[in-house]
């Protein structure tokens, strides 16, 4: 099981750390990763972190301004923002892949969280 939390609102330029607790399984046996959907559009790549911890992997529109880490001591992955803009905002979702040979792409992750919001405001 996967959950989120941390989202909000903050302003543009502003930053915000977004959090996704595994229970079960411990999370160092899963690449992680983090997807946005914003309203009305489909679901985005964000960031994914490979099980070494060092290895990642950034979408162009966050790229240089977000930043994924994970500490498996507390099962936990997280997503640094910064720079935030208001297309920034979206539902932000956390999931988990046993092994994928896409990180970017969604279907290859088994496991999602419920999402958290996470509003920009201009």
């Known amino acids: 099981q996967l959950v989120e939390s941390g989202g909000g609102l903050v302003q543009a330029g502003g930053s915000l750390k977004v959090s996704c607790a595994a229970s079960g399984r411990t999370s160092s046996t899963y690449v992680m990763g983090w997807f946005r959907q914003a309203p009305g559009k489909g679901r985005e790549f964000v960031s994914a972190i490979l099980r070494d911890g060092i290895r990642s992997l950034y979408g162009d529109s966050v790229k240089g301004r977000f930043t994924i880490f994970r500490d498996d001591a507390k099962n936990t992955v997280y997503l640094h923002m910064d720079s935030l803009k208001p297309e920034d905002t979206a539902v932000y979702y956390c999931?988990?892949?046993?092994?994928?040979?896409?990180?970017?792409?969604?279907?290859?992750?088994?496991?999602w969280g419920q999402g958290t919001l996470v509003t920009v405001s201009s």
């Open positions: 999931a988990a892949a046993s092994w994928a040979s896409h990180l970017y792409n969604g279907n290859e992750y088994e496991y």
